[in-house]
T-cell receptor, first 114, second 116 residues
Framework: AQSVAQPEDQVNVAEGNPLTVKCTYS??????LFWYVQYPNRGLQFLLK??????LVKGSYGFEAEFNKSQTSFHLKKPSALVSDSALYFCAVRDMNAGNMLTFGGGTRLMVKP | DAGVTQSPTHLIKTRGQQVTLRCSPKSGHDTVSWYQQALGQGPQFIFQYYEEEERQRGNFPDRFSGHQFPNYSSELNVNALLLGDSALYLCASSLGGPLTNTGELFFGEGSRLTVL
């Protein structure tokens, strides 16, 4: 079975500061990893994914994520946060041997203060 | 390019009733997945339809059923509604069915179901 943990319910950061949203995962095979963002009363928007290759993945809106196989982590990062980045962020994993269903973490609310 | 569209956006039902939610996938996509997002939680996979057949199913009772039409659109049906079925129901589309698993899913904005 595959699972995702997002240990922080909320992350607070000041505008202009770097941000990190944490994610750890568990799968039986090789993982495919994704980050999605959800704004209030909206669906999920894709940010970035790791399939294979370079451990540092760059995505939309200046976000990036680092895949760490030994720590089974896929933390989301941004060098300089914007107030408009405030939203709910979800990490998701797909086991490459288990079809293409996604298993999501519980989400982390990012609050960027001016 | 039309994205994933879902209807209705909001609906209220009472316990024991039945509900049908509808989804049109992103243009060019042939695979539709349904997810349930309870308040304050991450989405949970219900099932996936490809080539008009259910291909994968999550841990949901058979009160939850679906259908995919030849134009790739899909319906989610929930019978004998319970209070715990209150949630945001998200439809996601992709291309190539369950064996094409490196691509991202494209989500609609969801149908918010309230069961009283």
């Amino acid at each position: 079975a595959q699972s995702v943990a997002q240990p922080e319910d909320q992350v607070n950061v000041a505008e202009g500061n770097p941000l990190t949203v944490k994610c750890t995962y568990s799968v039986s095979g090789n993982p495919y990893l994704f980050w999605y963002v959800q704004y209030p009363n909206r669906g999920l928007q894709f940010l970035l994914k790791y399939i294979t290759g370079d451990n540092l993945v760059k995505g939309s809106y200046g976000f990036e994520a680092e895949f760490n196989k030994s720590q089974t982590s896929f933390h989301l990062k941004k060098p300089s946060a914007l107030v408009s980045d405030s939203a709910l962020y979800f990490c998701a994993v797909r086991d490459m041997n288990a079809g293409n269903m996604l298993t999501f973490g519980g989400g982390t609310r990012l609050m960027v203060k001016p | 390019d039309a994205g994933v569209t879902q209807s209705p956006t909001h609906l209220i039902k009472t316990r024991g009733q039945q509900v049908t939610l509808r989804c049109s996938p992103k243009s060019g996509h042939d695979t539709v997945s349904w997810y349930q997002q309870a308040l304050g939680q991450g989405p949970q996979f219900i099932f996936q339809y490809y080539e008009e057949e259910e291909r994968q199913r999550g841990n949901f009772p058979d009160r939850f059923s679906g259908h995919q039409f030849p134009n790739y659109s899909s319906e989610l049906n929930v019978n004998a509604l319970l209070l715990g079925d209150s949630a945001l129901y998200l439809c996601a589309s992709s291309l190539g069915g369950p064996l094409t698993n490196t691509g991202e899913l494209f989500f609609g904005e969801g149908s918010r179901l309230t069961v009283l």
